[in-house]
């Protein structure tokens, strides 16, 4: 069964530090998302994209993120500068169309030191 | 901001016996309501979902129903077996968002005792 994927699995940077987190979405689907999830807390919703743009962004998503889908099968979150509150899980997550569910991948642990 | 909240952090319940978890939601412009399983290190997995215009779904031992009167909805587990302790997660999806991005609950950890 086709399955989203994420890299790295934990990923430990130092405050101030860039990251880029990476998800190979299922080939077929059109639509992405991130999540992420602050230990203990609900899941909350960053960002989707979808036609190589950004349809809409929470406010937790400000300018010290970014979004990209480089070469067509990658879908990459960056934190350009992070911060200590950034600590969390993030889930990567896809659909093929807009009435399908959502698969999310197995996260990235961030935690910034 | 809470518009989904599972009020119980943890349930836990004998196996053979029915699990039911509960969720609640403040805005009425959600008309698609999911639950999601969560795994110790894996991300969130689909377990079953419900339309507005239903009040009831079913499938195998999971049922999902929805009171939209009341903003609530419950998922039902039966019989409950030991594999099904694991985080769960409730998730509405607001007519209003173009992007069909999901609001989360806060999770219910149910532990199902062999």
Not at chain 1, 46 to 62: A, C, G, P, Q
Not at chain 1, 100 to 108: L, N, S, V
Not at chain 2, 43 to 51: D, K, R, V, W, Y
Request: hydrophobic share 35%; with cysteine; net charge neutral.
């Amino acid at each position: 069964e086709p399955e989203v994927t994420q890299t790295p699995s934990h990923q430990v940077t130092q405050m101030g530090q860039e990251v880029i987190l990476r998800c190979v979405p299922i080939s077929n689907h059109l639509y992405f998302y991130w999540y992420r999830q602050i230990l203990g807390q609900k899941v909350e919703f960053l960002v989707s994209f979808y036609n190589n743009e950004i349809s809409e962004k929470s406010e937790i998503f400000d300018d010290q993120f970014s979004v990209e889908r480089p070469d067509g099968s990658n879908f990459t979150l960056k934190i350009r500068s992070t911060k200590l509150e950034d600590s969390a899980m993030y889930f990567c997550a896809s659909i093929q169309g807009i009435t399908d569910t959502q698969y999310f991948g197995p996260g990235t642990r961030l935690t910034v030191l | 901001d809470q518009q989904v909240k599972q009020n119980s952090p943890s349930l836990s319940v004998q196996e053979g016996r029915i699990s039911i978890l509960n969720c609640d939601y403040t805005n009425s412009m959600f008309d698609y309501f999911l639950w999601y399983k969560k795994y110790p290190a894996e991300g969130p997995t689909f377990l079953i979902s419900i339309s507005s215009i239903k009040d009831k779904n079913e499938d195998g031992r999971f049922t999902v129903f929805l009171n939209k009167s009341a903003k609530h909805l419950s998922l039902h587990i039966v019989p409950s077996q030991p594999g099904d302790s694991a985080v769960y997660f409730c998730a509405a999806q607001p007519s209003t968002s173009g992007t069909y991005k999901y609001i989360f609950g806060t999770g219910t950890r149910l532990k199902v005792l062999a």
